[in-house]
């Protein structure tokens, strides 16, 4: 992953983790087309990648994770055609982000607002550096959230909590994010806390934990029987693999498993 080259992000591995730095300093890490492009290349190899077991995804420097979808660029963007066209494409990329089958991390440093705030929702997990500012801000441009923030947050927080969100525009701190829920953590060096985090996931079974993400996100989509049915099949699909008979095994033998993802 090291050696592939990009113009607004870096993507580095450290063994089987791997870090998506958005890097458009001048813009506070803004979204542009650009970027989106060279986010749903990162996701490309990563997937390409056997060894890579979770992903971390934050901003450079320490002032912004993400300032949201540059604004330079929707102000060009014109009409109904334009305006849906680039959040479809936008909303396509948060897609591929969240259906990877490895745990995705945000570590979020400063601001993560708009579209910043809707890339960490894309993720499974938010880890909130204590300088970081969340919110959704679209209607003080007159828009509203494209890139599946109103979806998403409402599922995440639930609708009033989401609702007070777009339709106030206001800018939250670690504290109240990790009280309503929207982070997990809050760390002073977000980085470091969600490294942590990352290894504690990729000492457990990679395959059981590509079937945990399928079996929430499927079922957030469908009722409850229809969730508990998705459920017992993923179940059966785990028990049919290597990997659980190792974990009990390892567990039998009061030893560290070694999971191998089959
Ligand atoms: C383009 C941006 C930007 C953005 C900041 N910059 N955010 N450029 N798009 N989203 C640029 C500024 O223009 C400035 O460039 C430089 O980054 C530094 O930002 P400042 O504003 O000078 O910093 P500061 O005063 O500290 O304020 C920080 C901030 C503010 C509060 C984060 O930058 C801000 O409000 N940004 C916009 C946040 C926002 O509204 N995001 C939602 C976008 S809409 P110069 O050249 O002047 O130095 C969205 C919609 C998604 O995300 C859905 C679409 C379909």
Redesign the pocket.
Known sequence: LDEHEFNTLQLDQHGPLAVLTINRP???N??SAETFGEIAEAIDLIMDNAEIGALIVTGAGD??FV????????SALDGVYA?RE??LA?QDVMHQLSSLPIPVIAAING?A????L?LALACDIRVAATNA?LG???V??G?????G?TQRLSRLIGIGRALDLMLTAR?VNAGEALQMGLVNYVADDALNKAREVAESMLRHGPIAMSLVKEAVRRGMDTSLEGGLEIEADLFGMAMSTQDFKEGTAAFQAKRRPEFKGE
Do not use: M
């Open positions: 001048k813009a506070l803004a979204l002032k912004a300032a949201g979808a540059d604004i330079t660029e929707l305006g680039a959040s936008g601001y607002l708009g579209g910043g809707e500012r959704l801000p679209e003080t441009l828009l509203l959230p494209g890139y923030g800018q």
